[in-house]
């Protein structure tokens, strides 16, 4: 793993999860920056809240592209270094939580994460997706969802046998998930958060 295929790697992670896809739906759709509205955050579960279910379905799967595609190029790129490809996965989330166009202030990451876990191995991506999911239904808040995902990352990192500084990175990366829904962990606390059952239930109605 030499240097430069490291830098490469970077980038192209980085580079694919900077393309905001909430945002520019935001622009396109409503002509407002997402990040001004709803939790502020220009990901899935706020596109669906201020745009509506069928653009969050479509900020949801971009975003989740975004991680599938960082791991398959770069593993093309460099088939006998899969920890290249892990590098390129975690710098997918990194691009979309602080993309640089957009004063670094972007998404949280969720979905990003599961399109790099389906891009390492689909069965771990759908673990990954179950984590989300099935945590979210049972409290009825998305954010728990994130949590377990994100707790789940340094864990898959270690018992994949990456490096150890791999598996501090994605460490860092779960400190960084629990900071950006640190004004969520606040809603749920004064029950203002927004519950999955109310976003469905809306949309249904509407």
């Given at each position: 793993?030499?240097?430069t295929n490291t830098i490469i790697s970077?980038?192209?992670g980085y580079l694919l999860g900077s393309i905001q896809t909430a945002y520019i739906l935001g622009k396109l759709v409503k002509k407002i920056d997402i990040r001004e509205h709803g939790s502020g955050n220009a990901g899935t579960s706020n596109a669906t809240t201020i745009l509506g279910l069928k653009y969050g379905l479509i900020v949801g799967f971009v975003d989740i592209l975004k991680g599938i595609a960082a791991?398959?190029?770069v593993r093309s790129l460099y088939p006998d270094t899969p920890q290249l490809a892990f590098i390129a996965g975690l710098m997918a989330i990194i691009g979309h939580m602080f993309p640089?166009?957009?004063r670094?202030?972007?998404?949280?990451?969720?979905?990003?994460?599961?399109g790099m876990m389906i891009g390492v191995s689909w069965k771990i991506g759908l673990l990954f997706a179950l984590l989300v999911i099935i945590p979210s239904l049972l409290t009825d808040y998305i954010v728990t969802g994130s949590f377990t995902t994100f707790i789940s990352l340094p864990i898959v990192s270690y018992f994949q046998e990456h490096s150890l500084w791999l598996v501090a990175f994605s460490l860092l990366l779960t400190a960084i998930c629990f900071y950006l829904h640190r004004k969520n962990i606040q809603r749920i606390l004064a029950k203002e958060e927004v519950t999955v059952s109310s976003v469905l239930f809306k949309?249904?109605?509407s």
């Open positions: 793993m030499t240097t970077v980038l192209i791991v398959l190029i640089f166009y957009l670094f202030k972007g998404g949280k990451g969720v979905a990003t994460l599961i949309k249904k109605q």
